[in-house]
Structures are given as C-alpha cells and as structure tokens.
C-alpha cells in the first residue's frame, strides 16, 4: 500500500474557506496600511547567507534555513575547516543561500540597492512568508506570513507614534476584544547594562530578560549568571522585573534608576514623547503599556521595541517592531535611521480562530449557485450567470442534473449566498426562485431583480 503523503511539520496546507479567511485579514492589513501611506514592495524568498547571517543575533542565527549548494558549487566546501572540526565554517562554504528569516533585514538589502530609486523618508509595506528553524508549537510555525511597515530615512518620534495607532487600527478592525502594545526603548536597556557596570554584556542582558515571561525571575536570574553577568550587577536588576503601576509612574522609577546614564535617560526622555502624543490623540481599544523587560532579543533595535500580546489568550506576541537606527549600515549605508512593525498574520489568525471573531460570510465564496434541471433549464441559467457575472458577482451552474439533495449539499459546502432555481415554470416565465441560504427566504424574481439583492448586499 501507497505511504500515505505528509508535509513537513511546522507547515500547513490551507483549505478554500482558511485561505478566505486569510485573504480577510490581510485585507485588513493591507488596506491600513494603505491608509497610513505606506507603499507596497516585494523580495525573493531566499537572500544570500552573508545578507542574513549576523544580523538577528546568536538565537537568531541558529533559526535560519540554509539552502545546499548544488552542482558544481558543491566542490567549494571547505573541507579543511571540517577537519578543523569548524563546522559553522564548514556550513557556510556548503550554503552561500539561506531562506529569509524576516522581512526587515532584506528590506535594509533593499534600500540600500536601489537607494538611488527611492525618496527618503520611504515608507514600505511588505506581506509574504518568512521561514525559522523552530521548534514547531502551538501559534509558533517554521513556515509563516509577517505583514510588515517600516519608514527609513527619517528620526522622527511621529513614525513611533503613528505605528501604536496602526496597531490600534488593525486589531480593532479585526474586532479583538482586549489587547495590550508593549513598548521599551533599547536605549533604556543599555542604560541598565551601564549603570550596573555590564555595558559589554548588553546583549546577554538583554537575550535573558527578554524570556522573563518566559522562564520566570529564577530563571532570567540563573541565565545570567550563565552568561557571565555579575551577581552585584544581577541584584541591582532584579527590582525592575516587578515594576508596576501607571507608565507614568514607572518612568519616573525609571528616572531615578537611570541617573547617572545619558543614554538611559535619553530612552526615557523619547518613551515620553510616544506616551504624551498617543494619549492626546487617543486609542480606539488597546491598552499602551512601559515594559522594562521588552528586549525582543534582536541586536538591530537601537530605539524604540515594539510586542503586542492578545489578552486572555494562550499565544506569545501576534505583533512587534522597534526602531533600527543603524542596519543599513551593515550593508554600506550609514546614517539611515528606520524604524518598524510587523504584523504576525498567522497568530493572529489563530486568535481571531479561537474567539470566533472572523465575519460570518467571510467564506461565502460563491454568490450564486443555479440549480441543474436539465439540458434546455441549463441553458436559460447560463445566459443568468453571465449576467451576474458581468455585474462583478460569482455564480455557476451545478455541473450535471443530479438529485436535489446532492445539489443543495454541494451548496451548504460551498457556502453558497442564494441558490437560484429555474425549472419548467420559471423557465415559462422567465423567473428565478431565490433561496437565501442563510434566512432561508425564498422569492420568486426577475433577472434584474436579483442582481439588485446582490447589490445591496
């Protein structure tokens, strides 16, 4: 017997009424983003491995999907360096391509190849999937979508601002109850590293509190201490993983924490502008919350760090983003100050899933389904559909004369709006029977008329 065929874990396939329900939300996306100027772009699924490797930090890298030379390239491997019992070198020789990790270092790549096509500052959006070597769980994919904005070319706090109102947008349009927009600036977190004499562990610093949801106190504690922090700098820390209060409140913990650090308080200073700009203009349903921990674990953000999270739900972030000042700089651009979010389409869809918040006809991905009744009924229904379609709506025919049940089965699986009928009499007539599937209404109707209910739809 055939082995049953499978696809990789970590990946899925996607039925008619899940892709309907994706191409809904990033609709959704897509038309905000439109909204707030942003302009559509694109890049392939795969970069070289020097574009990618480097850039996301030591987790980051370990997550990446190397692709394996082919052909001739193949007698490039280095096979000293496999000798050596180097075999991150050893790799490298035998993958020169890597699928994308996420869309923001291959937009910096972007930038800086065709800088001389684009005015600055220039805002982009970008939906396409993203590929990391994960361990598969729940809400967490090797194989997703990111909907991504980002503006370079400008260091203004308005763009910060505008993307906490683009979070609020979003999420309220795709009716999400209760959600929280995290926000942290790296500049904070290298303050803390300063002040506790640590400065040339800020990475380490920041890889451990990032998990702090994660593992817990003891746990943020003990990777510390792991990566070399010392036990006076690691006492001094651990009064800032229970602030709480208002975001006023713990910036002024914050000020007081951070005397002494220039570049500490320079973070609290721009935190403070996002605070007092967003609250005079107002979210439409999220909640704006200062979260010291917020690191995100990425070596590029040198701002501002973005993490939404879905209240009530078992998932990590559904959204997140930051401010980059210098990552064009890795690819001979310096100077070009960016800043961006990313929309994590799949989770997301997986909460709007959970809390059965997609719109009911979302999958109604047919208008119009005629009844077959036989060869000269057919015919009178054709001339029908391709009226209606011609008037922007979906229809067809039942392909063959077949007992009502099966028809009307193949019309609930479809999920069909109205079935149409035109039997002997109508057909005399030159009426439709209109059956509305989902009041279960039937009318009798000319052709006009029932293009005219879809209208109004």
Known sequence: MAQKPSIPKGTRDFLPDQVAKRNYLYGTIRTAFEKYGFQPIETPSFELSSTLLGKYGEEGDRLIFRILNSGEKMKKADLEALKEDNLARFANSLAEKALRYDLTVPFARFVVQHQHELSFPFKRYQIQPVWRADRPQHGRYQE????????????????????VLLFDEVLTELNIPDFTIKINNRKILSGIAEITGESDR???????????DKIG?????KELKERGVSEKAI???????????????IVGRMKDFLQGSEIGLRGVEELEFVFKKVEQLGLRRGKLEFDV????????????????????INMGSICGGGRYDDLTGIFGMPGMSGVGISFGADRIYDVLNELDLFPKNVSNTLDVLFVNFGENESDVCRTYIKEIRANGFSSELYPENAKMKKQMKYANDRNVRFVALVGEAEFASELIQLKDMISGEQTELSLEEVIHTLMKL
């Open 202 to 212: 800020l990475v380490a610093i920041t890889v451990a509190i990032d998990k702090l």
């Open 144 to 163: 997703f979508y990111q909907c991504d904005a980002d503006v370079v070319g400008s260091d203004s706090l308005n763009y910060e601002v505008d993307f």
């Open 217 to 221: 106190k003891e746990g943020v504690e």
């Open 293 to 312: 921990t917020l690191a995100r674990g990425l070596n590029y953000y040198t701002g501002a760090i973005f993490e939404v999270k879905a209240n009530g």
């Open 235 to 249: 006492q001094q820390i651990q009064p800032l993983f229970e602030l709480n209060g208002t975001n006023e409140a």
